[in-house]
């Protein structure tokens, strides 16, 4: 019996891995030949495999040729240097090596005694990362598997903060009614993080917004919270946006963070994607007043070329995200070692992979200047194209470009129109787009981030949408 069991096959690993940096080149250096979505059926990937598991090990002999034959068709180019849907979600060369020697290593960074590197480097990247940012000295960060999970432990500190822990003790049934007050602007991570809180959606008071960048009206928010209090409610925290998801929509957050601090109110910022470009001092009139948050996310597997999973959260004081979500079963004690920090203690789940490596060999491989050079590129080229499209009598646009993002529709075109628009784009296969809704209209949403995107690519995806527009 002893034979039948795996081998680490070490010789095999050496090889194989050779093979798949090889492999992994070529796919990269081959994607623009590719169109960028999938196109397939579902189920199509899932008829190309075996309805069982095999009962023997074969080795991983040909896993390239069946990597090629039934995944590579299945898969969305997120790296495809003409993505310019959803957000972009980069993986640079040194990013994918440092996740190799990640897994290599792995490491369970749940506490400092279980990973003194994964706990000391998460700690120093954070505070490089913090310091390219330009957020003050005192930030304290801490990484998330998501922008969602840094969301819901800042709803979860919220919550037990206006409750003063009571809800973690006795549940929430014959507690004071928690409020959170967000723009209709904020991504849906916030509304699911509400729900998963036991808050309840009709506890999510949607703040009316103004102005160009739709930022949340700071008046209509000290209202809020007054006729709340008078009602019998208990106002807990406010959650900003810098680049919402839709239109990248802007809270003026010295305003509204203020107000969230003269009312005692917890405050949380989500600029999962436009905080990347706060690397380049010249777009930080986007978060002014930052500095006033207690809790901000970024993701840096966005627009950062550290690939998914990656999210910085900052704390302004970790102490009552620490006191919502730690748990110290005796086990996890790490006896006289006060002083060192346990990651765990600061986020929902407690296991953690060493994912600080991802930013040191990108920071390392890039610096802080190459990166910089990257997203100025495509946030000029992104806007060289709305006025490309402004120009043409058959398009206009909907929302002006925050960084690289804006929208655009068909001029008198209507909801059915602008789908079958979309559609007919995607479909061609030379870019791709997502569709969105705003002003209760369907428009389209065009972001450049691809690290792979070259100025052409950008002057090619007007030229589809030209062709395409009919
Ligand atoms: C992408 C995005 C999120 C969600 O990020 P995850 O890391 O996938 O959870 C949340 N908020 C904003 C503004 C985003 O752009």
Known sequence: MSDQKPRLDWDEFTRLGAEIAQWGADYHRGLAERPVRAPLTPGAVAARFPKSPPEQGEGLDGILAELDEKIVPGLTHWQHPRFFAYFPSNATPPSMLADFVASIVAQQCMLWQT??????????????????????????????????????????????????????????????????????????????????????????????????????????????????????????????????????????????????????????????????????????????????????????HKWMGVQFDFSAHYLRDPEPLVKTLAIQPEYLKTHGKDGFVNYSEWS??????????????????????????????????????????????????VTEPVLSLFTFALKGADDAAMIDFVNRVNEDGRIYVTQGKTAGRIVVRFTVGSFACTEADVVLAGDVLKELAG
């Open 115 to 300: 990973s003194p590197a994964g706990t000391e480097v998460e700690t120093l990247m954070l505070d490089w990362l913090r310091q390219g940012l330009g957020l003050p000295e005192g930030f304290h960060g801490v990484i998330q598997d998501s922008a969602s999970s840094a969301t819901l432990a800042a709803v979860l500190t919220m919550r037990e903060r206006a409750l003063n822990w009571a809800g973690n003790r006795e549940g929430l049934p014959g507690q004071a009614r928690v409020r959170v007050y967000a723009s209709n602007e904020v991504h849906t991570s916030v509304d699911r993080a509400i729900w998963v809180a036991g808050i309840g959606a009709e506890n999510l008071v949607r703040i009316p917004t103004q102005g160009p960048l739709r930022a949340m009206d700071p008046g209509a928010l000290k209202a809020a919270i007054a006729a709340d209090r008078a009602a019998g409610y208990l106002p807990a925290g406010v959650v900003a946006c810098t680049g919402g998801t839709g239109t990248g929509a802007c809270d003026d957050l010295r305003d509204v963070l203020a107000v969230a601090r003269d009312e005692g109110l917890y405050s949380h910022v989500d600029a999962a994607w436009a905080g990347a470009a706060m690397i380049c001092p010249e777009f930080r009139t986007l978060w002014e007043g930052v500095e006033l948050a207690d809790s901000v996310v970024l993701n840096p």
């Open 348 to 397: 929902v789940p407690l296991g953690r992979r060493f994912r600080a490596l991802k930013l040191w060999f990108v920071l390392k491989a890039y610096g802080l200047e190459g990166l910089r050079a990257v997203l100025r590129d495509h946030v000029t080229w992104s806007q060289a194209l709305a006025e490309v499209l402004r120009e043409d009598a058959r398009f206009e646009i």
